[in-house]
């Protein structure tokens, strides 16, 4: 059955569709029904068809409502239901790195949160290793879960550190073909913080910005490696300083598009010496009625959602 992913309704960070079979769902409901009973009613609704059972557990010495929501390829995946869920800049992140990386043995995803991206990556890449870094107790937790439900926790390298720590990257090595981070789109001081610790620290720079997740990349790739990074557009001047102070050369830039507003951009990068900046690609993820794109649909078809 075709299924929603559910991420925060506010922005960019919006529902992620399984396949192409919702589509006309979808356009059915938003010319008259949403306009009359709300979003946040359908919102609920897709949410609910997304999850495949809810319970309480005890995760870090907390008693946490948590969620196991459809993911790629039949497996499940663990959320907090009151805090950060997965989005669509996550599922793109994993797909370009798939792309500029096509013979990647050994992948890191920077700042992993849940394992969204790692694990998306895993998917597509049988027979390949994944490692992991996260400093959210939380979220390593919960990752943890995912990883034993899917029965990877042999190919999957999880680990609980910060990326701005040296000793932990040096534990890491400089051996991975592929690296990729999705880093917190605001600055500490940018607006109000939420009150769940887990969705602040995954939105906002409380553990460091861009730069630290481009220096983290840049040691710990191989030589040749592929750097994939997706951030929000009003942060591109940050994105582009940091990094070309890491020294990266950036070879393929998508501009995400939502109801034709680029929200956020996607970056393929190597490190080497900058030679300009590639034109542009733009994909549209939803289009100005809602629906979500033809273009779209097909990357989500081919992750196995």
Known sequence: MACLRAAPVRGHRAMVPASSSWRPRQAAIRPHKERCLGLAFFAALRLRKQIRRACRVSIAGEDLNVTESRFCHGWSISQLREGYRYCADDILC????????????????????????????????PG????????????????????????????????????????????????????TANPPYFTSTCGNLPKNQQKAHCRHE???????????????????????????????????????????????????????????????????EPKGQPAAETLQVQEPDGRWSPAYLDICAEMGL
Not at 214 to 220: K, M, Q
Not at 259 to 266: D, I
Request: aromatic content about 4%; hydrophobic content about 45%; proline content about 2%.
């Open 94 to 125: 994993a797909y370009l790195a798939c792309k500029a990386a096509p013979e990647a043995k050994r992948m890191l995803d920077l700042g992993s949160g849940i394992g969204t991206i790692g694990l998306a990556w895993l998917a597509q890449n």
């Open 128 to 179: 390949a290793a994944c490692s992991m870094l996260e400093a959210q107790e939380v979220s390593v937790a919960l990752c943890r879960r995912t990883l034993r439900q899917c029965q990877v926790e042999d190919v999957v390298d999880l680990r609980h550190g910060d990326l701005r720590d040296q000793s932990v990257l040096h534990a890491l090595g400089k051996n991975f073909d592929v690296v």
């Open 206 to 272: 409380l553990r460091g910005g861009v730069l630290q997740f481009c220096s983290a990349a840049a040691h710990t790739m191989a030589p040749g490696a592929s750097f994939c990074l997706i951030h929000a557009t009003p942060r591109m001047s940050d994105v582009l300083a940091a990094l070309e102070r890491c020294r990266f050369a950036i070879r393929r830039r998508v501009d995400v598009l939502w109801r034709g507003n680029c929200k956020s951009v996607a970056l393929v990068c190597s490190l080497g």
